[in-house]
């Protein structure tokens, strides 16, 4: 697994799976091109832990709140969310994608670094900072369907561990939450792509 190579010291993992009715491709596909802004959910969940820095930006300005609020929007699609600091990393289709993000998580405004690569991974986290990887697996079952698997690592630069592990245990259950709905958006889309014989795009 691509996530093993890159990834195998972490503090924290959180594992979700699901059956798609559908081959791997057409899975890999939907995974890039998954799209959670019709989930009240998720809006909620990430409106919720965006609240803080929202506030933080509202006070300097306007524009800069309406610019927060369009870079929580984007975290609901995979294709623009290298734009709040997420990077695809690694992949291996149609079996696995990996992505990364580098930042202080705990804190109001996120402090997202945009130069998450694989050398990032092979460094590790720098001080003052955690490095998470969260990946997305796709595996063929004889009957035709596939299972679907995410999983989620942070690693911890040592000065910040304790802060993350206290962030981690208040947000851990809206993470999991959010992870479903990208799982059953992924399904979604794999399985009307396979009824309509749409296998990439």
Wanted: charged share 25%; with cysteine; glycine share 6%.
């Amino acid at each position: 697994m691509l996530l093993d190579d890159l990834m195998p010291i972490y503090d924290v993992v959180e594992r979700h799976h699901t059956t798609v009715r559908a081959a791997p491709a057409t899975v890999f596909a939907a995974i890039k091109s998954f799209d959670l802004s019709e989930s009240f959910l998720t809006r909620l969940l990430l409106f919720v832990r965006a609240v803080p820095r929202w506030l933080v930006a509202a006070v300097k300005s306007p524009s800069a709140a309406l610019t927060e609020l369009r870079a929580r929007r984007a975290e609901l699609r995979l294709a623009d969310m290298e734009r709040v600091g997420f990077k695809v990393v690694a992949e291996d289709a149609p079996k696995e994608l990996v992505i990364g993000v580098l930042g202080k998580f705990w804190t109001v405004e996120g402090d997202r670094r945009p130069d998450v690569t694989a050398t990032a991974f092979a460094a590790g986290p720098p001080r003052g900072y955690a490095l998470a990887g969260w990946n997305f697996t796709v595996e063929a079952h004889d009957n035709g369907s596939s299972e679907l698997r995410t999983e989620t690592r942070v690693w911890c630069a040592d000065d910040v561990r304790l802060k993350f592990r206290v962030y981690w245990l208040v947000i851990r259950p809206g993470s999991g939450l959010i992870r479903h709905e990208i799982l059953r958006a992924i399904r979604r889309n794999a399985e009307a792509r396979a009824s309509s014989g749409l296998k990439g795009g």
